[in-house]
């Protein structure tokens, strides 16, 4: 946040309106918009593909869902670099981890240790991160740590900056105890509200379902997208 | 021997040019317990005699074949406890490579790693070279591969090897029995079979450990799998 305020002041000298472009001066963000929900069995995992530094889109087909682990995932928000960063070294921590422990690694583990590099570095960092996933103790599992580096487990989580868009959404659609189908339905009608609406989120759709069985994948393309205007 | 004078230290070499410490290390390889190493044409199979000194022992707990990765393993003849250091040193690299190159790590870098490792040991003060001579087996792409990492830091590519205890007559055994055509299944029997040559008393499916590397990854076979291919032999 720091370093945020004080590029935005340099910038004030040096922009006047258009002496540098967006695009050199702002940092690379994933705008956003993303989410996860559990379901009985797994968790559904969904986000946007937009990154842009300033107004300039640097990336339309971004994948913001990245795996950690064979089972574990997380949705990133924010500094584009530092969730990258973070995501990697987590990695490495899990995988070092799970090969001593010659056992897969729970979710809350993965968490765990975003938790640890997101608060120790959070005066550096701008990460906002979702961790999803499913292990065979606690079966699918969702947890948010947002930027401060706070950890909570939720049945469902949204974040990014389009996330503001879909909070009455959210709350008004969903209900414990769903089919991985209806959790489909609900994050990708959810997306297609938030990308709607928030200049920073936009693209396609990715979704990723995790269980026990593995990961799915899959695309929704931008002519594809749940309609909900019919203006 | 003129030897033994120098023997007391690992960082001076003795009159014929050899520092001591680490053949003695060898020795102390060539004393534990036997493994085997063979490259077979889709795949490299690690088995090491585990005898228990006492039956109270839950042999299920503790192992001597290990992953590093998920693409490649290792086993040891030697000293137990230096070889759970060069595990973790090894998985720890492993990772790293990782980190920063965003690949797996190709066997040869992680055995030239941690061999580099061994020999930091023979040219450090106070301390001693690891007591263990290491079997890797990986499988990069489309190549199984079998490297054998020893106490002086030095490393070699094998298709088939022996070491520890009576490992002159297991490389002799191997010596006939390897040919280039093997699949993992047959090297597995020749394996079970090059322990055998040495082994005291009955081998059953709790004294041995076996592991395979094949382009699906290394894993260690379970007991019933390790009981299937010794009623193969009788």
């Not at chain 1, 469902?156 to 414990?176: A, C, E």
Request: hydrophobic residues 40%.
């Amino acid at each position: 946040m720091a370093a945020a305020t004080a590029m935005r002041f340099g910038q004030q000298l040096s922009s006047g309106s258009d002496l540098s472009p967006d695009w050199s001066m702002k940092e690379v963000s994933t705008g956003t918009t993303i989410m996860a929900v559990e379901y009985d069995g797994g968790v559904v995992i969904g986000a946007d593909s937009r990154t842009t530094t300033g107004a300039y889109i640097a990336n339309r087909v971004t994948d913001k869902l990245t795996p950690i682990h064979d089972r574990i995932f997380c949705c990133r928000s924010g500094s584009a670099a530092d969730t990258q960063a973070i995501a990697d070294i987590v990695t490495y921590q899990l995988g070092f981890h799970s090969i001593e422990l010659d056992e897969a690694p729970l979710v809350q583990t993965a968490a765990n240790l975003f938790k640890a590099s997101c608060y120790r570095y959070r005066e550096e960092l701008m990460a906002g991160i979702i961790v999803a996933g499913w292990d065979k103790r606690r079966g699918g599992q969702v947890y948010t740590v947002p930027v401060g580096g706070m950890l909570v487990r939720q049945p469902v989580s949204v974040g990014g900056s389009g996330s503001t868009y879909i909070y009455g959404y959210m709350d008004s659609n969903y209900k414990p105890n769903m089919t991985q189908e209806q959790c489909l339905h609900l994050v990708s009608g959810a997306l297609s509200l938030a990308m709607e609406r928030d200049g920073s989120s936009g693209g396609v759709i990715r979704l990723a379902a995790i269980s026990e069985s593995g990961v799915e994948r899959q695309v929704i393309l931008g002519n594809q997208l749940p309609k909900w205007s019919t203006v | 021997m003129a030897e033994r004078g120098y023997s007391f230290s690992l960082t001076t070499f003795s009159p014929s040019g050899k520092l001591v410490q680490i053949e003695y290390a060898l020795s102390a390889v060539a004393a534990g317990a036997p493994s085997v190493g063979i490259k077979a044409s889709n795949g490299v199979v690690l088995a090491t005699e585990k005898k228990q000194k006492s039956i109270l022992y839950d042999e299920t707990s503790v192992h001597k074949v290990e992953p590093i990765t998920k693409h490649i393993g290792m086993v040891y003849s030697g000293m137990g406890p230096d070889y759970r250091v060069l595990l973790k040193k090894a998985r720890k690299l492993a990772q790293q490579y990782f980190l920063v190159y965003q690949e797996p790590i190709p066997t040869a870098q992680l055995v030239q790693r941690i061999s580099s490792v061994m020999q930091e040991y023979t040219q450090s003060g106070g301390v001693r070279p690891f007591g263990v001579s290491l079997l890797i087996a990986g499988w990069d792409d489309a190549c199984p591969f079998l490297f054998q990492s020893d106490p002086s830091g030095a490393y070699f590519a094998w298709k088939a090897t022996a070491m520890g205890k009576n490992y002159m007559s297991g490389k002799t055994f191997l010596e006939k029995r390897y040919n280039m055509d093997l699949e993992v299944d047959d090297a597995i029997h020749t394996a079970i079979l090059t322990l055998k040559e040495s082994f005291e008393g009955q081998m059953t499916e709790d004294n041995i450990e076996v592991g395979i590397c094949t382009e699906t990854g290394f894993r260690r076979l379970t007991t019933a799998e390790v009981k299937d291919y010794l009623a193969a032999i009788v």
